[in-house]
């Protein structure tokens, strides 16, 4: 039912009317320095593509590289303890895995999951007039690099690990309550290029509020520092030549929409008479930072254009 097409966040495989798997694997190197942290957060970032599509976790299998002559074993098993305990917390059980041996450490899953094919959410759906909902704040490939270079203070840090260790599970939810015409999360390709994958597989366009896109507040003043990962500027050179920016946003407020997320929210394409109970189930199911960002309009040529 989904395949490479529209570069999508997971498969689908219809199995019969009733059911369908969803199959898809990540695996990221450490943000952190806490191993068991780490292992939630590739964990976390795994299964949001499940969620991303409408569907339920069933089974993960690990992913590891590992140095085993350099680290200590109990890393590892930190690691995996933290992947374990996400996955069943997302109601996934991993039932197995592989490792290599590595010089740096990797973690991540290949999960399955489960969806009714009817209800499957695709990122190449949206619809003219749809509000754009984002279910987490931007910045985290930018304290991420913070983290690695020892600039990033304690309660930052903090901050951070509790984004990234946050499943999408009740943002789905409430989606699902509610109803939505298109899905992806914002990962490695930051809002920007998540979104025109979204606009130009929909064949329309979009706009967004910079100032109404949720951002950790310290993360301005890291990336007017250069504090800023290489993905993140890769990112930005990728998306500039489809993207419009109000002449009021400078360099380090592109740079944050196209920041390189690991395990970060929906994005969700919601029906505009439905924007506001969704926005309604969202609180009421407990997720922590949404905001409704933009609109879907009818442009066919996939443009995104940021006001400032």
Known sequence: MVGLGTSDDAGVYRLSPELALVQTIDYITPLVDDPYQFGQIAAANALSDIYAMGGAPLLALNVVAFPTDALPMAVLAEILRGGADTAQEAGARIIGGHSIDDREPK????????????????????????????????????????????????????????????????????????????????????????????????????????????????????????????????????????VSFAAALDRVQHLILADAQTSGGLLLAVAPERAAALLHALHAHGVPVFAEIGTITDDPSGRISVLG
């Open 107 to 242: 973690y991540g899953l290949a999960v399955t999951g489960l969806v009714h094919p009817d209800r499957v959410w695709r990122n190449s759906t949206a619809k003219p007039g749809d509000r754009l909902i984002l279910t987490k704040p931007l910045g985290m490939g930018i304290v991420s690099t913070a983290i690695k270079r020892d600039l990033a203070a304690a309660a930052l840090i903090e901050r951070a690990v509790s984004v990234m260790t946050t499943l999408n599970k009740n943002a789905a939810l409430a989606a699902l309550e509610i109803g939505v015409d298109a899905a992806t999360d914002v990962t490695g390709f930051g809002l920007l290029g998540h979104l025109h994958e979204m606009t130009a597989g929909s064949g329309v366009s979009a706009e967004i509020r910079f100032r109404d896109v949720p951002v950790l507040h310290e993360v301005p003043d890291l990336a007017a520092q250069g504090i800023v990962p290489g993905g993140t500027q890769r990112n930005l050179a990728f998306v500039e030549p489809f």
